[in-house]
């Protein structure tokens, strides 16, 4: 029996579990006050706090440390990398540490994971990390030779969706078409062609649908002046990520308020959460036209996949047309981890060099 342990920072929570081979036995949700994280400059500053936050509550389970057989963690911006299974190394971990691609949550889980497999001396993994990138070269060009598009979106989650969904079909994956819809707090929307994500709107960097707290994609030029004139650096990209999307159209970025408030006969709340519907069935829209309208399955999961009164009914009727729709609420994430690293110990894939 292998026991692994899971490490999957977020914005505002750090989640973690662990596996007996395939089985959770434990998970937890460990919140991080807002007011907590504000004193922090860059995400890799809560790298100690998150960390001993974590030994803390292992203790307190008691969860013997010396018994676990890996630790595996949510990758972060990294270079392009093909989908699997990496380990960490010095490399992964100094960009991670300079932010060399970027800031993100899931930066920390590979640190972490390190740190603590490092201590008691086994494998320190992470797998599919929010840069997979296997877009077809057309995908890549975005309307001006200085810019190309890239693939940053919920591999992770993505992926574990798409295999549940093949399962469910009876195929193999790479026999199949698919759209996958991670609706979160960011939003990912997939071709998945035959196995591989060949386009997919970047969901951290201003593309894609509006979200709970995203602008998704701007009119440009509007943008540019805003950038001229208005706003400072930092706040600008704050109205992308973070106070953008519903946020800054209703001052929340919770779904269950904004039901709340259509249901108290809101119609501003309900124009712009339609609005948001729209933007959401437009991709899917695009995505299916990429998959050339041959479309196996669509799934929805996420967060957002739990709003049953008005989002996913909206979605239902306008892409029903198209293929079946699963429906896979919340995400999968923990466990897509822990079913990765159970392969690598098992023998069954091999863990690459990054
Ligand atoms: N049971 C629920 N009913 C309605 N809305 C929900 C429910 N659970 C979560 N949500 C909504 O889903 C959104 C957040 O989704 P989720 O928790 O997947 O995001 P996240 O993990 O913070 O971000 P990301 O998925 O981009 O990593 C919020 O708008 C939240 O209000
Ligand atoms: C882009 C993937 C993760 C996120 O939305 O933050």
Redesign the pocket.
């Known amino acids: 029996m292998f026991k692994i342990l899971v490490i999957n920072p977020?914005?505002t929570s750090t989640k973690i579990a662990v596996y007996e081979d395939e089985k959770e036995v434990l998970k937890e949700v460990i919140p991080h006050d807002i007011s907590d994280l504000k004193r922090f400059r860059n995400v890799v500053d809560q790298y100690e706090m998150r960390k001993d936050t974590i030994l803390e509550f292992l203790e307190k389970e008691n969860i013997n440390l010396n018994s676990i057989s890996a630790v595996v963690g949510r990758g972060g911006l990294l270079r392009p990398v093909p989908s699997g299974i990496f380990k960490i190394n010095e490399k992964m971990l100094d960009e991670l540490r300079t932010a060399k691609y970027g800031e993100h949550e899931s930066n920390l889980g590979a640190l972490i994971a390190y740190r603590i497999a490092e201590k008691i001396g086994v494998q320190a993994l992470i797998a599919d990390p929010v840069v997979v990138d296997e877009l077809e070269d057309i995908a890549r060009i975005s309307g001006h030779p200085d810019f190309k598009r890239k693939s940053i979106f919920?591999a992770l989650n993505q992926k574990a969706i798409a295999r549940k969904i093949s399962q469910k079909i009876g195929k193999d994956y790479k026999m199949l078409n698919l759209v996958i819809v991670?609706l979160?707090?960011?939003i990912s929307i997939g071709a998945h062609k035959k196995g591989r994500v060949v386009d997919v709107n970047n969901a951290l960097e201003g593309e894609g649908p509006f979200t709970?707290e995203r602008s998704g994609t701007l009119p440009l030029t509007g943008f540019i002046d805003l950038c001229y004139y208005v706003y400072p650096e930092s706040d600008i990209r704050k109205l992308i990520k973070g106070r953008g999307g519903l946020v800054s159209y209703l001052g929340t970025?919770?779904?269950?308020e904004v039901v709340e408030k259509i249901k108290n006969g809101d119609e501003y709340a309900k124009k712009i959460y339609s609005a948001m519907a729209h933007q959401i069935i437009k991709w899917i829209g695009k995505m299916s036209a990429v998959l050339n309208f041959e479309v196996d399955a669509i799934g929805l999961t996420?967060?957002?996949a739990?709003?049953n009164e008005f989002l996913i009914p909206w979605i239902k009727e306008k892409v029903a047309f198209i293929a079946p729709i699963y429906v896979f609420p919340g995400?999968e994430e923990e466990e897509a981890l822990a079913n990765a690293a159970l392969r690598v110990l098992r023998g069954q894939e091999e863990a690459v060099d990054y």
Not at 253 to 256: G, H, I, L, R, Y
Request: no cysteine.
């Open positions: 977020g914005s919920h991670h979160g707090g960011g709970p970025n919770n779904a269950k996420g967060g957002l739990n709003e995400e």
